[in-house]
């Protein structure tokens, strides 16, 4: 199985030192090492990644969707913007777990739309940094989509 790609979007790289009620106070590396080390016990690697910028984020599912690596996705604020991530997860084949650390349906009415749902296997959130574990275990569990799509 290739690496599983962890991609994270606009502003993340400021959890834990902004807005901890909503977010929390564990930043992004230490998401990324709790993530390593679980991956690690299971003989699986992890390509973790940040950008503010929606087309690293492009080129980055195109990258995994090229080599069939399963990508777990928090595209934060582009979650509710972008139809080129859209496109690209669809262009790409990647197959793509949406996640979020917030309860995006029980915050603003804009956050309660995303273009990534429609073409996800499925979506995660409200869990805080446990959402991102939570896709990590379907996707080391081999977890097989569920005829939705
Ligand atoms: O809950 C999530 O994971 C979000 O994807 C986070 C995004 C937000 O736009 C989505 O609606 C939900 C925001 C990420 C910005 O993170 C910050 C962390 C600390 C301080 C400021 C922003």
Same mark, same amino acid.
């Given at each position: 199985m290739p690496d599983i790609h962890v991609? $994270?979007?606009? #502003?993340? $790289?400021?959890?834990?030192?902004? !807005?901890?009620?909503?977010?929390?106070?564990?930043?992004?590396?230490?998401?990324?090492?709790?993530l390593r080390?679980?991956a690690s016990?299971r003989g699986f690697g992890v390509v973790f990644?940040?950008? $503010?910028?929606?087309?690293?984020?492009?080129?980055?599912?195109?990258?995994?969707?090229?080599?069939?690596a399963?990508?777990?996705?928090?595209?934060?604020?582009?979650?509710?913007?972008?139809?080129?991530?859209?496109?690209?997860?669809?262009?790409?084949?990647?197959?793509?777990? !949406?996640?979020?650390?917030? $309860?995006?349906?029980?915050?603003?009415?804009?956050?309660?739309?995303?273009?990534?749902?429609?073409?996800? !296997?499925?979506?995660?959130?409200?869990?805080?940094?446990?959402?991102?574990?939570?896709?990590?275990?379907?996707?080391?569990?081999?977890? !097989?989509? #569920?005829?939705?799509?």
């Amino acid at each position: 199985m290739p690496d599983i790609h962890v991609l $994270n979007g606009p #502003n993340l $790289n400021l959890l834990g030192s902004r !807005e901890p009620a909503v977010y929390g106070t564990t930043t992004l590396a230490q998401i990324e090492a709790s993530l390593r080390a679980k991956a690690s016990t299971r003989g699986f690697g992890v390509v973790f990644r940040q950008s $503010n910028h929606e087309g690293d984020l492009v080129q980055w599912i195109q990258e995994a969707g090229a080599v069939g690596a399963p990508v777990i996705l928090n595209a934060a604020g582009y979650t509710h913007t972008s139809i080129a991530l859209a496109d690209a997860i669809m262009g790409s084949g990647a197959r793509v777990i !949406e996640v979020h650390l917030s $309860n995006v349906h029980g915050r603003e009415e804009f956050r309660r739309h995303s273009f990534i749902s429609a073409v996800a !296997e499925g979506v995660i959130l409200g869990f805080g940094p446990k959402s991102y574990d939570l896709a990590l275990d379907v996707l080391m569990s081999g977890g !097989e989509k #569920n005829g939705n799509s």
